[in-house]
C-alpha cells in the first residue's frame, strides 16, 4: 500500500504531473529567479512585478529583498485562491516563500559584486524569464503581476508575458525616483527581455499538462 502511494507521488503524464514534477519545477523555478535577481541587483538594476515593487521598497526603506518581496505578494493571495484555485495558491505561496528565503542566502554564496548594466539586463531577464517559465508550467507563479496575468490570459486570452510588461512599465516608471536614467534603461531592457521570453515560450495550446 505505501509502495503504490509513493508511486502516485511520481507518476506523472502527458497532461497531468505528478507531486514530484511539481515540487521540482517550483524548486528549481525560484532558484532560477533568485538568480536572475542577483544578477540585477549585481548591475544595480530594478525589476517589473511584484519583485520591482519589492526593490522599490529594498531601495526606499533598506529592509531586505526578500522580505519586502515576501510582504508586497501578501494581498495578491485572495485572488490567487477566488480564481485560481487553491492548487494554484499553495503552489505561489512555496514559490514565493523558498525565492524570499533564497535571496536572503544566495548572495553569501555566490559573490556577484560588478555586472555591467546591460548584460545584467539581458542575463538577469533571461534566467529569470526561465524560472518564471518553469513554475508557469508547473500552475505556480512569483505572486502580485503574475498571478494577475496569467488570470487575464485565462480569462481573455491575451499573452501573460504582454500584459505583465504592460504593468511592469509602469512599474519601472516610477523608479525615476531611485535611479539615473540609464539604470532605468536597462531596466527596461530587462523586463522587455524577461517578458518576451515569456510571451513567445508561454502558451496553453503548446503545453496542456497541469
Known sequence: MASNAFAGLLNSSADRHS???DAQG????SMLAVLGVS????AGL???????LAFLAHYATGFSF?????????PFYYLAFRRLGPAFTIKTFAAIALTSILSEFVPGFIGIT???PIAG???GGLVIGAGMLALFRHRASLGGIGILALYIQDRLGWRAGLVQLGFDLVILALSFFVASPFIIACSVLGAVVL?????????KDRYIAV
Open 46 to 52: 530594478l525589476a517589473g512585478g511584484t519583485a520591482g
Open 114 to 116: 560588478h555586472v555591467n
Open 19 to 21: 507531486l514530484f514534477d
Open 26 to 29: 517550483i524548486v528549481a523555478g
Open 121 to 123: 539586463a539581458l542575463f
Open 66 to 74: 526578500g522580505l519586502c518581496f515576501f510582504a508586497v505578494n501578501l
Open 195 to 203: 517578458n518576451l521570453a515569456i510571451a513567445i515560450n508561454h502558451r
Open 39 to 42: 544578477l540585477l541587483s549585481g
